[in-house]
């Protein structure tokens, strides 16, 4: 079983970056499909991207499109959200997902989450 363990959020004024990163630990990192979600307060948590096994495959939330990278680096079992161009829209708790198989946008697909890391961009 696997543990995700966000890190690398913080407060940033719009037009600002940040890179997250998720540290994988416990699991063979190479075997799973790796996802970011957020959540905002008082919404549903959303999709923003997913990344395949070996990192060619990537897919982004429209909101995202263009501002937000998402990598990772196998051997260091740590999957990397790099976010440029930030709004206030950002703004909300960044989770970091992990699933068996081959996953999509919807929660379900995902097996595994980390706690969260917060994301605050300010006008």
């Known amino acids: 079983q696997v543990q995700l363990v966000e890190s690398g959020g913080g407060s940033v004024q719009a037009g600002g970056s940040l890179r997250l990163s998720c540290a994988a630990s416990?699991?063979?990192?190479?075997?799973?499909?790796m996802g970011w979600f957020r959540q905002a307060p008082g919404t549903e948590r959303e999709f923003v991207s997913s990344?395949?096994?070996?990192?060619?495959?990537?897919r982004y939330a429209d909101s995202v499109k263009g501002r937000f990278t998402i990598s990772r680096d196998n051997a260091k079992s740590t999957m990397y959200l790099q976010m440029n161009r930030l709004k206030p829209e950002d703004t909300a708790v960044y989770y970091c997902?992990?699933?068996?198989?081959?996953?999509?946008?919807?929660?379900?697909?995902?097996?595994?989450w980390g706690q969260g890391t917060q994301v605050t961009v300010s006008s």
């Open positions: 416990g699991g063979i990192f190479s075997t799973y499909y």
């Open positions: 990344i395949s096994w070996g990192g060619g495959s990537t």
């Open positions: 997902a992990a699933a068996t198989r081959v996953a999509g946008s919807r929660r379900t697909d995902y097996d595994y």
